[in-house]
T-cell receptor, first 109, second 114 residues
Framework: RKEVEQDPGPFNVPEGATVAFNCTYS??????FFWYRQDCRKEPKLLMS???SGNEDGRFTAQLNRASQYISLLIRDSKLSDSATYLC??????????FGQGTELSVKP | EPEVTQTPSHQVTQMGQEVILRCVPI?????FYWYRQILGQKVEFLVS????????KSEIFDDQFSVERPDGSNFTLKIRSTKLEDSAMYFC????????????FGPGTRLTVT
């Protein structure tokens, strides 16, 4: 089983759509959880940390279910500029980040 | 806003040559990391560094790799004898350590081994 597994992509959505990404992780001892976005051939950029209580940042909402080892990201009212690859990332006990393969999102006019 | 910087942006080298990739982490950060991403694949952890020593390394980080923090600002990754399969984007990241677990990534160095 992969350490971090994400929905296969690509997701092609129209502007204004709501899109949801799912992710599961295998190590129950994982410490912290994040969503990063990566534009083509660029560095991963932190989008948001994910907390058990759920958290929201503008149009973005992240959820964590530790019992199911499941993480989600919801993007509302998607913009053209949201087009990118979204990376589900887990931090283990030692501090290293473990990345999922990423899910590509393409928002069309 | 402070950011991690990396040089060079692109390095082309011949197989068997040594390369040094350079990073300047965010000032006052305490934890430093190298990751790599082979084209079309996921980002993979290489090594973490804290208090002037390696704290964790992956299977990829064999004895051909080394890291160093030669002064108060630079953090380097050396590959002693490059192989074709070392061709990848190499990202440096840093983390404050006293607040939050977020790691901030530099723009990367694209290493091409011919």
């Amino acid at each position: 089983r992969k350490e971090v597994e994400q929905d296969p992509g690509p997701f092609n959505v129209p502007e204004g759509a709501t899109v949801a990404f799912n992710c599961t992780y295998s190590n129950s001892a994982s410490q912290s959880f994040f969503w990063y976005r990566q534009d083509c051939r660029k560095e991963p950029k932190l989008l948001m940390s994910v907390y058990s209580s759920g958290n929201e940042d503008g149009r973005f909402t992240a959820q964590l279910n530790r019992a199911s080892q499941y993480i989600s990201l919801l993007i509302r009212d998607s913009k053209l500029s949201d087009s990118a690859t979204y990376l589900c990332v887990v931090r283990n006990e030692g501090g290293k980040l473990i990345f999922g393969q990423g899910t590509e999102l393409s928002v069309k006019p | 806003e402070p950011e991690v910087t990396q040089t060079p942006s692109h390095q082309v080298t011949q197989m068997g040559q040594e390369v040094i990739l350079r990073c300047v982490p965010i000032s006052n950060h305490l934890y430093f990391y190298w990751y790599r991403q082979i084209l079309g694949q996921k980002v993979e952890f290489l090594v973490s560094f804290y208090n002037n020593e390696i704290s964790e390394k992956s299977e990829i980080f064999d004895d051909q790799f080394s890291v160093e923090r030669p002064d108060g600002s630079n953090f380097t990754l050396k590959i002693r004898s490059t192989k074709l399969e070392d061709s990848a984007m190499y990202f440096c990241a840093s983390r404050p350590g006293w607040t939050g677990n977020e790691q901030y990534f530099g723009p990367g160095t694209r290493l091409t081994v011919t």
